[in-house]
């Protein structure tokens, strides 16, 4: 009898101590998930953790356009990633120093050139026959076996070197062409800006391939040269074809009938480790692919040097209009 009672006993503690056990449960704690239905993770994705520790530079050269790029480039990759995206704002001053900072880790991504990648970086010399496609092909298999670079997809246009003049100075002189302007060359002044001195595709070159020999030529800082061609302090501008204050100061690009300018189509630059790392990244970077031409690069500019608005905002519209980032 002794042995049936203690048995009872043990039951009826089994039992207390089981409801205690379900009224702790529903006064502090989730309800338990059916058997084979997902159960949420109060804990981060290590993943998604991982990411927000390696960090990326988004870099660019000193000049606006490649201001608006590396804006364009970093808040697209800020918006659509988990990585620790900034960008550099300072601006290198020519390809040669802002690869050197991609060699040294100091900058993961850029928008370069492919002109100036193939004449300047890797000294090519044009065939007769190239296009935007093969200098393209060209320098992207050049910078992957010499730097360890790689060149992603264009963006759609190309920022071309182009000589301008004044509409009124253009039709007074009667001339379209670069061939046009040597007759006048020894009566006009040349503004250039000190890197375009230096250039292999520069002013050297320029003035074999037409024979210019120009009354004075001024090196000056672009923002400087342009106000100086319309207030006629200078007759003649080397310049970007994009650059969004030709129209608003009522200039006119000369045609370069002699083909010496190679294009210079826009691509973001990558390492060939980062590409391999970081593929998705890479996929984020080329959504830009073929979303901005000439017109469109040429308002993005005008919007930052004429309208003097932040290239940080500029790019976030543009941005936002093509549904590349969220509005918030």
């Not at 593929?279 to 930052?304: E, R």
């Amino acid at each position: 009898m002794r042995r049936i009672r203690q048995m009872k006993k043990m039951k009826w503690l089994a039992v207390a101590m089981s409801l205690v056990v379900l009224l702790l449960s529903a006064c502090g704690s989730k309800a338990v998930p059916a058997a084979g239905t997902a159960q949420p993770s109060s804990a981060p994705d290590k993943a998604a953790l991982d990411k927000k520790k390696i960090k990326m530079v988004v870099g660019g050269k000193g000049f606006s356009e490649q201001y608006l790029l590396a804006q364009l480039v970093g808040q697209l990759m800020q918006k659509n990633t988990d990585y620790d995206v900034s960008i550099n704002e300072s601006g290198f001053a020519a390809s040669s120093f802002i690869n050197q900072a991609m060699k040294d880790g100091k900058v993961d991504v850029f928008v370069d050139y492919t002109g100036t990648g193939f004449l300047n970086v890797l000294k090519g010399k044009l065939a007769p026959e190239d296009t935007k496609e093969t200098v393209y092909k060209k320098v992207k298999e050049g910078y992957e076996k010499e730097l360890g670079f790689t060149w992603l997809e264009p963006l759609g246009f190309t920022n071309t070197f182009t000589i301008l003049l004044r509409e009124e100075k253009m039709k007074e002189l009667n001339i379209s062409t670069f061939s046009d302007l040597v007759k006048h060359a020894p009566n006009l002044v040349l503004g250039i800006d000190n890197t375009f001195y230096d250039r292999q595709d520069g002013l050297k070159g320029l003035s074999e391939k037409y024979g210019y020999k120009f009354k004075d030529i001024k090196q000056m800082e672009i923002p400087l040269a342009f106000p100086a061609l319309a207030e006629k302090k200078i007759d003649v501008l080397v310049a970007y074809s994009t650059d969004g204050r030709i129209p608003a100061l009522k200039l006119a690009a000369l045609k370069d009938d002699k083909n010496y300018f190679p294009p210079y189509y826009a691509a973001p630059i990558v390492t060939l480790d980062f590409a391999k790392k970081y593929p998705d990244a890479v996929q984020v970077i080329n959504k830009l692919a073929g979303k901005i031409n000439d017109q469109t690069m040429s308002k993005l500019n005008a919007k930052a040097d004429v309208e003097k608005r932040t290239v940080a905002d500029v790019a976030k519209e543009f941005l936002i209009e093509n549904g590349l980032i969220p509005k918030k």
